[in-house]
């Protein structure tokens, strides 16, 4: 975790530190499960027609990768996005 992301918690007891950190971490994991989840879901649902085979045909396999592609950009761009407007704020502090 980055540990400026604690930076306003200097006043807590390093017990308080410790746990309001595991908190932080564990808030992290999920929000990355809910995003795998979440990209896992949507292309499955947008790219894979049938049942037929155990494997994805080519065309599958091609919309399944734009899919993901896809959206991972989407999420890098939202996530600087949030860290330009985050840094603005803060200077503005």
Do not use: W
Request: net charge negative; proline share 1%; glycine share 4%.
């Amino acid at each position: 975790m980055d540990k400026s992301m604690l930076g306003d918690l200097d006043s807590l007891p390093e017990d308080d530190k410790m746990r309001m950190s595991a908190m932080i971490d564990q808030l992290q994991i999920r929000d990355s499960l809910r995003m795998y989840n979440s990209l896992v879901e949507r292309c499955f649902s947008d790219c894979v027609e049938t049942f037929r085979r155990k494997s994805l045909d080519k065309q599958e396999e091609a919309c399944v990768r734009r899919c993901a592609e896809k959206f991972l950009k989407h999420s890098m761009r939202v996530g600087m996005r949030f860290a330009e407007l985050n840094q603005g704020a803060a200077t503005q502090d």
